[in-house]
Structure formats: C-alpha cells, structure tokens
C-alpha cells in the first residue's frame, strides 16, 4: 500500500505519561500535516513540515506537543504529561509540497486514536 | 481567524440527490475540498475545486463554487446507501499550507 500510515492505531495512557505517535507519509511526499480531530468536529491544524523542518507551528495548543521529522520522512508527534483532554483522534496528512493544483492536495492516514485515562 | 461553517445533519432518500453545503469566511482561499469519512476511518479526498472556477464535476459530484457569498456545495447524484457517511468541506488560504475545516455534515441515506 502506497497510503499514508500511522501507528500505533489505537493508544491508552493514563494521565501525566509521555506518548509518542508516528506518521509514514507517503513515499516522494515533501510536505507533512498534524492535524487533532476531537469527537463531533473536525479536523484541527497542529503542525506542518516542509522537508526536516517545521514551517508552520502555530496549531500546537502549548509547550507540550512537540513534533519532529528527522530525515524529512517519517514524524513523531510526542506529548508530554498528558491530559484527558488530549484524548482525540490524531490525523497525519502528505502531500507533494509543491504549489501546483494537484500537488497540494493532501491525503490522510487512519489517524492514530488517543484515549488518556 | 478562518471559518468554515456546514450543517450537522443531512437525510435523503436513495436515489434522491443530496446536496451538502458549506460556507467559509477566507477570502484567500485558492483551494476547496470535499473529503468524506466512514466511522472509524481516516478522511478520503472526493474532490477539490480551485478558486477561480466556479464548477466542477466528477461523475456523480458536482461542486459549485459561490467565490462572491464564500459558498461551496457537494451535491451527489443518485445516492446509495455506501454514501451515507460525514462529509467534510475543507479550505486553503493562499499563504497557508494547512487546511480548515468544517464540523462535517453526517449524510444519512434512508433505503
């Protein structure tokens, strides 16, 4: 499969523990999404990578979320002390990076689901 | 900061079309997206629409773009029951990558 693809799916944790979530874009794809999608809503921006680094942050809810994305590749969005409001599903996206129609479209993996007790 | 406003719920008998609509409040936005998603799944792109075209159509979707009032529609042609489902409408400012999204509209398709 060529999608994106996150793991784990599913994650429990209590609260105050440290959880971290991975994103697999899809092969070729420059440009990496977060995005937190709480129950009955829709998606929220969290953080985008353009390559290695994060060009755009301002989604991030506060100094305990933090995302990285090493070899401009895979990610892993880490949260720290976590609390029960974090719980939510959180959504990767990819796209090609570049501003042309097509390659702006971006395309979303299953989402990993976060439940914090 | 950017909005996007839709419907919470829509009902429709099968084979009836269905017309899913949504409002957005950016007046940048270059790129309009429909993207649909089934319980317990990620989100799957239906179709997008730029902003300086005013229709779009996809076998049975049809986007309508209202770039005057901010309005965008999905409408489905002969609705099945696989189509019942959310459906999310999705903007892209001109200096943003990130999209902003609606609450979804849940498109229940009654046999």
């Known amino acids: 499969g060529a999608g994106v693809s996150q793991t784990p799916s599913n994650k429990v944790t209590e609260k105050g523990k440290y959880v971290e979530l991975r994103c697999d874009p899809i092969?070729?794809?420059?440009?990496l999404y977060w995005y937190r999608q709480s129950l009955g809503q829709g998606p929220e921006f969290l953080i985008y990578?353009?390559?290695?680094?994060?060009?755009?942050d301002s989604g991030l809810p506060n100094d305990r979320f933090f995302a990285v994305r090493p070899e401009g590749s895979v990610s892993t969005l880490k949260i720290q002390r976590t609390e029960r409001g974090d719980s939510a599903v959180y959504l990767c996206?990819?796209?090609?990076?570049?501003?042309?129609?097509?390659?702006?479209?971006?395309?979303f993996g299953p989402g990993t689901r976060l439940l914090v007790l | 900061g950017e909005d996007v406003e839709q419907s919470l719920f829509l009902s429709v008998r099968e084979g009836d079309s269905s017309v899913i609509n949504c409002t957005y409040t950016?007046?940048?936005?270059?790129?309009l997206y429909w993207y649909k998603q089934e319980p317990g799944a990620g989100l799957q792109l239906l179709t997008y629409?730029?902003?300086?075209?005013d229709m779009k159509q996809d076998q049975r979707l049809t986007v309508l773009l209202n770039k005057k009032d901010k309005h965008l529609s999905l409408r489905i042609a002969d609705t099945q029951t696989g189509d019942s489902a959310i459906y999310f409408c999705?903007?892209?400012?001109?200096?943003?990558?990130?999209?902003?999204f609606g609450s979804g509209t849940q498109l229940t398709v009654l046999p």
């Open positions: 092969s070729g794809h420059t440009a």
């Open positions: 950016d007046s940048s936005s270059t790129y």
């Open positions: 629409i730029f902003s300086n075209m």
């Open positions: 999705a903007e892209r400012g001109s200096s943003a990558r990130q999209l902003t």
């Open positions: 996206a990819s796209s090609l990076g570049v501003t042309r129609e097509k390659r702006e479209t971006q395309y």
């Open positions: 990578f353009q390559g290695t680094g994060a060009a755009d």
